[in-house]
């Protein structure tokens, strides 16, 4: 079993499970973590002006592993790797 929230009004004894933890061994992860990562994913991103000036985010895709279509910077922020000043800034240049 996981440790995924489950709906608080079925017993967690009651739910079947779609997944366990073997189902996870093969995986790649799209995104690396750490700091260094998430500077260079930064840089990768700010490289195209015109794309970054233009970004509408209701009109992407994160889900394309080969090419995303948003910034992908989102799980890095979140988990402090990047902060959202070094991302202003960086946009700001």
Do not use: H
Not at 6 to 34: A, H, M, Y
């Amino acid at each position: 079993l996981t440790d995924l929230p489950w709906p608080r009004s079925v017993p967690k004894e009651e739910l079947d499970c779609l997944w366990g933890p073997n189902d996870c061994q093969n995986l790649t992860p799209i995104v690396r973590g750490g700091e260094t990562e998430a500077l260079a994913q930064l840089q990768r991103k700010m490289r195209n002006a015109s794309w970054v000036a233009s970004f509408e985010k209701p009109k992407t895709s994160c889900t394309e592993p080969n090419n995303p279509s948003t910034t992908v910077l989102s799980p890095y922020m979140s988990l402090g790797c990047l902060s959202p000043r070094t991302f202003w800034y960086a946009i700001d240049e």
